[in-house]
């Protein structure tokens, strides 16, 4: 059964930071490899996605790398903003079904002015 | 990207009453669509996949007589929450899937808050 574990599960910093969330994930069978955001009391926002065969995937100042054979991918983010404060939740999808989506418990982050 | 609605988007409901959350995928058809429950800072897990047409299936531990889930449309997946107790109060979240040509891809509805008194 794949585990997918996120770390930190908090993380508060200054505005101005680089900053980086880890996802690890215990079957390296994966389709593929998703962040998303998610801000309270609402739904999901895909942020990246990175198929197997990729190592990473950029987006403005969001870069997601993927390492499948280690089973790790992790979510960098330059110059962090206020607005970036929110839950980073990391999914994976397996090969063998597609699109179910596994997700970790996320990672709350607080960027402050 | 595509879009995908949920109604409501908040209910309240006494014990006992059954409520119905649904999903719709407003500019592509999806015959698949996910059911997901998110208690309070944690993940999401899935309770069903939901195929047009056909039964839903169930992961292990939810209650299928419990969470009756209808997909009759290609844009349209109803969860129905029977004789609601407090401990289903949670987030409900819907995920559509685009398979059209040349795509794969989910897309999650804003999320339903249930809370049963």
């Known amino acids: 059964k794949q585990e997918v574990t996120q770390i930190p599960a908090a993380l508060s910093v200054p505005e101005g930071e680089n900053l980086v969330l880890n996802c690890s994930f215990t079957d390296s069978a994966i389709y593929n490899l998703q962040w998303f955001r998610q801000d309270p009391g609402k739904g999901l926002t895909s942020l990246l996605l990175i198929q197997s065969s990729q190592r990473e995937q950029t987006s403005g100042r969001l870069n997601a790398s993927l390492d499948k054979s280690s089973g790790r991918s992790t979510l960098y983010i330059a110059a962090s903003q206020p607005g970036d404060s929110a839950t980073y939740l990391c999914a994976v999808s397996q090969e063998t079904s597609g699109s179910r989506l596994t997700f970790g418990e996320g990672t709350q982050l607080t960027v402050n002015p | 990207g595509a879009v995908v609605s949920q109604h409501p988007s908040r209910v309240i409901c006494k014990s006992g009453t059954s409520v119905k959350i649904e999903c719709r995928s407003l500019d592509f058809q999806a015959t698949t669509m996910f059911w997901y429950r998110q208690f309070p800072k944690k993940s999401l897990m899935l309770m069903a996949t939901s195929n047009e047409g056909s039964k839903a299936t169930y992961e292990q531990g939810v209650e299928k007589d419990k969470f009756l889930i209808n997909h009759a449309s290609l844009t349209l997946s109803t969860l129905t929450v029977t004789s609601a107790h407090p401990e289903d109060s949670s987030f409900y979240i819907c995920?559509?899937?685009?398979?059209?040509?040349?795509?794969?891809?989910?897309?999650f509805g804003p999320g339903t808050r249930l809370t049963v008194l």
């Open positions: 995920s559509a899937r685009d398979a059209g040509f040349g795509t794969d891809t989910q897309y």
